[in-house]
T-cell receptor
Framework: GDSVTQMEGPVTLSEEAFLTINCTYT??????LFWYVQYPGEGLQLLLK?????DKGSNKGFEATYRKETTSFHLEKGSVQVSDSAVYFC????????????FGEGTQLTVNP | EPEVTQTPSHQVTQMGQEVILRCVPI?????FYWYRQILGQKVEFLVS????????KSEIFDDQFSVERPDGSNFTLKIRSTKLEDSAMYFC???????????FGPGTRLTVL
């Protein structure tokens, strides 16, 4: 079945550091890929998405590129801020399953001033 | 901005008791979902609901679980006889159509003692 694997966390960085959170997936066909973010006390919010190979999703300084050859969708940001502290979830949606999402474990990011 | 709301934010119950988790989806959305996240584990799909019936459910969604849309605004998840392993964060979500991205609520933390 479909699955998503994220790098083990938590991740602690200083402000303005470079961020990478690794995500790899297993799926039949060509899934859509997503990063969701959960700030403390809030719901899961879509951060960015990519729907086909080599697409780059970007939002709020975050980027991720859909790499079919390595089945990866790593999240990156060049300079993190304290306000980026949150839990980040990688997810996929197989085209045949409509909106049903398969999530990774989530990665807790803490950014210190 | 429209949002999905969930009540209560935290529910504590005794093993064997029935619980009902409540959600108010976004008003023009037609598809509704429940996901759960056991502490430290992945966010898992439970069930999707459309046109007053279950459209898809996972192997987790056994006879102890049921969903209902009792009126035009609420969407509920009932656990008939809670077990310790039901302790988790439960997320409600809704989408405009079956292929659209779901919008998530903030979650209800269920603790079974």
């Amino acid at each position: 079945g479909d699955s998503v694997t994220q790098m083990e966390g938590p991740v602690t960085l200083s402000e303005e550091a470079f961020l990478t959170i690794n995500c790899t997936y297993t799926a039949t066909g060509y899934p859509s890929l997503f990063w969701y973010v959960q700030y403390p006390g809030e719901g899961l919010q879509l951060l960015l998405k990519a729907t086909k190979a080599d697409d780059k999703g970007s939002n709020k300084g975050f980027e991720a590129t859909y790499r079919k050859e390595t089945t990866s969708f790593h999240l990156e940001k060049g300079s993190v801020q304290v306000s980026d502290s949150a839990v980040y979830f990688c997810a996929l949606s197989a085209k045949t399953s409509g909106s049903r999402l398969t999530f990774g474990e989530g990665t807790q990011l803490t950014v210190n001033p | 901005e429209p949002e999905v709301t969930q009540t209560p934010s935290h529910q504590v119950t005794q093993m064997g008791q029935e619980v009902i988790l409540r959600c108010v989806p976004i008003s023009n959305h037609l598809y509704f979902y429940w996901y759960r996240q056991i502490l430290g584990q992945k966010v898992e799909f439970l069930v999707s609901f459309y046109n007053n019936e279950i459209s898809e459910k996972s192997e987790i969604f056994d006879d102890q679980f049921s969903v209902e849309r009792p009126d035009g605004s609420n969407f509920t998840l009932k656990i008939r006889s809670t077990k310790l392993e039901d302790s988790a964060m439960y997320f409600c979500a809704s989408s405009e159509n079956g292929l659209g991205l779901p919008f998530f609520g903030p979650g209800t933390r269920l603790t079974v003692l």
